[in-house]
């Protein structure tokens, strides 16, 4: 197919699920009415080799698809905010054939129609590399009626939805068949892979929390010692977390321990995740039940001279982790 009839194949896959989308795919340009007065919109790019494994059978096309759109809405669930629209831009290499386009628009379209995601236009191209930059926008009316990085205060709990470390050691046991190999591993080993390869963005747990009253909060991309050090710093607060209350999906422990590494401390450097961490109020906090999540520390004003970020503790001391420093940079 050429390029044209392949945006038209495309464009015939995509459901229509938005009625703010006056003029969709088809035209110059996409047109929409706003669901709110503020557009919250975020750009990500996925690039194999980068950002997946190139050349793993297990990163099909199907799980680029997958992955470029739930990365891109991620962070609308950090901001609290239901997802709108998604604007994607594939550029697809030599090696990938009509189907594997096809297979590529399906899974971000059976993922589109799960979190109620238009996807209102794109490109596609041939090139050199598989590239896929997707674009989304969620609708808001407040701007303090957000998930936001700059409003932790000093006495604010900090806590994370689900289960970390699992995209991480889903990325390792890929690269090596040897992790996990007993039978007993199978399971979680699965699950793992899967966390890694099919992230899920927590967009309706940020959608509740922001309902609820919570107005801080940041997608888990670089893993909590990097991301919660975003927090700190854009709140000029330090957000002191314990590593042993992290919650660790399970697998997490058994590949620690057969790779000579702290589990605690590989959950809190592993990246995406994409769990949401959030500060509130304790007294809030005591009212977010059922939302599924695992406090893991506190807020605490900066010392003079301190610009903020995060201390991270074990047995009630200060820690420095491996490798932490030129990721926080
Ligand atoms: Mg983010």
Do not use: N
Request: with cysteine.
């Amino acid at each position: 197919m050429g390029e044209r009839d392949l945006i038209r194949t495309f464009t015939a896959r995509l459901g229509r699920r938005d009625d703010r989308l006056l003029i969709g795919p088809g035209d110059d340009a996409a047109v929409v009415r706003p669901a709110g007065a503020l557009a919250v919109t975020s750009t990500d790019t996925t690039v194999e080799g980068v950002h997946l494994p190139a050349g793993d059978p297990r990163a099909t096309p199907g799980v680029v698809g997958h992955r470029s759109l739930a990365t891109a809405l991620s962070d609308l669930a950090a901001m609290g905010v239901p997802a709108g629209e998604a604007y994607v831009a594939l550029t697809i290499p030599a090696s990938w054939d009509d189907d594997d386009v096809l297979a590529c628009v399906d899974a971000m379209e059976s993922l589109a129609a799960r979190t109620g995601t238009a996807i209102a236009g794109g490109d596609v191209s041939a090139g050199p590399a598989l590239v896929a930059t997707v674009t989304v926008v969620g609708w808001a009316d407040d701007e303090e009626d957000l998930l936001r990085r700059d409003r932790a205060r000093p006495g604010d709990l900090v806590g994370v939805t689900g289960e970390l470390g699992g995209s991480a050691c889903g990325l390792a046991v890929l690269r090596d068949d040897a992790l996990l190999a007993g039978p007993a591993h199978a399971e979680a080993r699965a699950a793992l892979v899967e966390r890694y390869l099919r992230p899920t963005p927590r967009l309706a747990a940020g959608v509740a929390l922001r309902r609820a009253g919570v107005r801080v909060g940041i997608d888990l991309s670089d893993g909590v010692a990097t991301d919660a050090g975003h927090v700190g710093r854009r709140s000029a607060v330090r957000l002191r977390i314990d590593l042993e209350r992290l919650p660790l999906q399970a697998g997490v422990a058994a590949v620690a321990s057969e790779t000579g590494r702290d589990p605690a401390e590989l959950a809190a450097t592993g990246g995406e995740d994409f769990e949401l961490l959030v500060t509130a109020p304790a007294a809030l906090a005591g009212r977010l039940p059922g939302l599924g999540i695992t406090w893991i520390g506190e807020v605490l004003a900066a010392a003079p001279g301190d610009a903020g970020g995060v201390t991270l503790l074990r047995g009630g001391e200060p820690v420095r982790l491996a490798g932490f420093e030129h990721r926080a940079g």
